[in-house]
């Protein structure tokens, strides 16, 4: 009997798993079956990152408490190689930020090809990022989206200089001022308010405002998400 690697044996329990579920939902001629499963199922390039939205988030969080506590997994950019130039299979799509303090792959501690990042100043949405996000959840079967904020973002200070003191910028900078005041006006100046608190709460109000948007979003999202799958 051959001596199997972890990711061999990963893979050959997966292909067992998807090859009866294919056999259940498909009714194939028996001539030919084995070349026609062969063509339906694809063993993923990454056998670990198939999971569910609980089982990703809880992962991405685990990555982050070791990327604090400084336990990070050394890079290993040889033995996923030749797995990922057959495809991808990233178990968590990430809207981040382009800050270029904020790498979502160190953040979360997680190797090529585990994660598909969409990044933007400001971490919010556009038709373009919509387009990119139905990609990951609807082509590459990504279960999670997470839209990621961030400390001492240069993009929420240039939004609320915009809103509150009627601020304006050079060029296209605008645009992404304006596409975060929503954020901005949704948190009110009360007296009592401290400057950095408020600065955190539009930060956080930014986050959940995309978040609120991305799960309506016909046609792809909000269907995903009403079955449970994204």
């Not at 329990?13 to 026609?36: E, V, Y």
């Not at 400390?151 to 929420?156: N, T, V």
């Not at 009360?190 to 709460?201: C, E, G, K, L, M």
């Amino acid at each position: 009997m051959p001596v199997l690697g972890k990711q061999e044996t990963q893979q050959r329990r997966l292909l067992l798993k998807m090859t009866t579920a294919s056999l259940l939902g498909l009714s194939l001629p028996f001539s030919g079956t084995a070349n026609a499963i062969s063509e339906i199922v694809k063993i993923p390039p990454i056998p670990e990152n198939v999971l569910s939205p609980e089982a990703a988030l809880e992962r991405l969080m685990k990555g982050n408490e070791r990327y604090v506590t400084n336990n990070s997994t050394p890079l290993n950019f040889k033995d996923e190689r030749l797995d990922l130039v057959k495809g991808q299979n990233p178990f968590a799509c990430i809207l981040s930020c382009s800050d270029s303090r904020v790498s979502p792959e160190f953040c979360f501690d997680e190797q090529r090809g585990d994660l598909f990042v969409a990044r933007v100043a400001g971490n919010y949405i556009t038709t373009d990022f919509i387009a990119t996000l139905e990609y990951a959840a609807a082509v590459l079967h990504v279960p999670l989206i997470m839209v990621l904020g961030h400390e001492s973002c240069g993009a929420i200070k240039a939004a609320i200089d915009a809103t509150d003191n009627y601020q304006q910028f050079p060029g296209h900078i605008q645009t992404i001022a304006t596409a975060l005041t929503p954020a901005v006006r949704a948190v009110r100046i009360t007296p009592d308010y401290v400057a950095s608190d408020r600065y955190f709460d539009i930060v956080k109000k930014n986050v959940v405002l995309n978040v609120e948007e991305l799960r309506k979003q016909p046609p792809i999202l909000s269907r995903l998400v009403d079955s449970k799958k994204l």
